[in-house]
């Protein structure tokens, strides 16, 4: 079955003789890494994003994690958007690697607020016009638990939960680093 054990007798890699060779470069400043055309495209994305987030919201009611996604259709994006640029004669610099990492990370801040941000679930449920659809008399719908959103009022909504989030990944790293039991993380959220 070919248990034997043969020699390699060329490297995997062609072109790499040293094993670990690190090629090092500079990090330009972070005014350089978030550039308008970065901006855009992340806009772009995000916003096709929340459109994806809230038509499975609101039919299928389950997000899956767009993490994966959203790295791979920034990639494509890019690169069909630097590929078409060149080929109708721009000449057109690449993007750089901490342009690909601000797109992806405003594109998934912007589908995980769509999604935490209750739009397809419980912030239209709060509304006087569902009060009255749902009915008066139907148990637990009660008119004290009506709150028509506002613009001032959701920007408000939606800050504390983007940093609620934060909050709570703070609190298990100092649990985890300091190797405290989960009493003393879950403590916190009793008190």
Known sequence: MGSEV???????????NKI????????????????IRGLAVSAMLGT???????KLNLTVGIIPSLNVGAGLLGFFFVKSWTGFLSELGFQVKPFTKQENIVIQ?????CYGLAFSGGFGSYLIAMDERTYNLIGVD????????VKNPGLLWMIGFLFVVSFFAN???????????EKLGLESFFANYKI
């Open 6 to 16: 043969g020699e390699v007798s060329e490297p995997l890699l062609s072109g790499t």
């Open 20 to 35: 670990g060779t690190v090629v090092s470069e500079r990090v330009p400043e972070w005014k350089d890494q978030i550039t």
């Open 48 to 54: 096709l994003f929340c459109i994806i987030t809230h």
């Open 105 to 109: 990370t405003c594109v998934v801040a």
């Open 138 to 145: 139907y148990p637990g719908n009660r008119a004290e638990d």
């Open 167 to 177: 909050y709570i990944h703070h609190q298990a790293q100092i649990s985890l680093a």
